[in-house]
């Protein structure tokens, strides 16, 4: 992180450094930073960044497993799939996007992201309370884990959810949307985003309730 912080800062003050992070981004500027000192720094730069390609390839494999159980939880019929069918089909998905969109997936995704993060916050509140209220003296049936006929519907959990989302879409500030809230906060054009104060709210209220 200190690495990223300290390449952006050499966009502000070198052309050269900027236009390589306009054509090509983060690695346009790891490219950049090699060039001027000779065929076999220009080389070795290769060589780093050659590294730093398999090394994301290294943090993506968590990732993929972790998709095979996720899918696992939908329901018993996606149990009985292999994990390595899951994490097959993980993979073909995100690799036909990666290269569908390459020129600009990027940024799309991390717009996604931004608006998608705000469901952490209510899961976060729902599941403390659930553990530090309801189940504080009565604790968990460990035996039900793998019954779903003997868990609960989650209707109250989906409902409180359900508003803390309502709520965050109205005080988000984000590229594809500025909620009503968010800019009556923080005036127009661009608002002020609160939609990570306001998500808390619901889950807590209805807990109460």
Excluded at 16 to 22: E, L, R, V
Excluded at 81 to 110: D, K, M, N, Q, Y
């Amino acid at each position: 992180m200190w690495l990223g912080a300290g390449l952006m800062t050499t966009t502000l003050s070198n052309q050269d450094f900027a236009d390589a992070y306009a054509l090509a981004g983060i690695g346009g500027l790891m490219d950049e930073s090699f060039k001027g000192y000779g065929n076999a720094a220009y080389g070795f730069g290769k060589f780093v960044q050659l590294v730093l390609v398999f090394s994301t390839v290294a943090l993506i494999i968590p990732s993929t497993y972790s998709a095979a159980l996720s899918m696992q939880n939908v329901g018993m019929w996606a149990v009985k799939v292999p994990r390595f069918v899951w994490a097959t089909l993980a993979f073909i998905v995100f690799t036909v996007a990666a290269i569908a969109g390459r020129e600009h997936f990027a940024t799309v995704l991390s717009n996604f992201l931004n608006c998608l993060a705000y469901w952490v916050s209510p899961w976060g509140t729902i599941v403390l309370l659930e553990h530090w209220v309801f189940r504080r003296t009565r604790g968990y049936n460990l035996d039900l884990w793998y019954s779903q006929k003997g868990l609960p519907y989650g209707i109250a959990a989906f409902a409180s959810w359900s508003c803390a989302v309502v709520l965050a879409i109205m005080s988000m500030s984000q590229v594809w949307y500025v909620g009503p809230i968010a800019i009556a906060a923080g005036g127009e054009p661009y608002g002020m985003d609160i939609g990570w104060c306001c998500v808390i709210n619901p889950p807590f209220f209805l807990s109460l309730g």
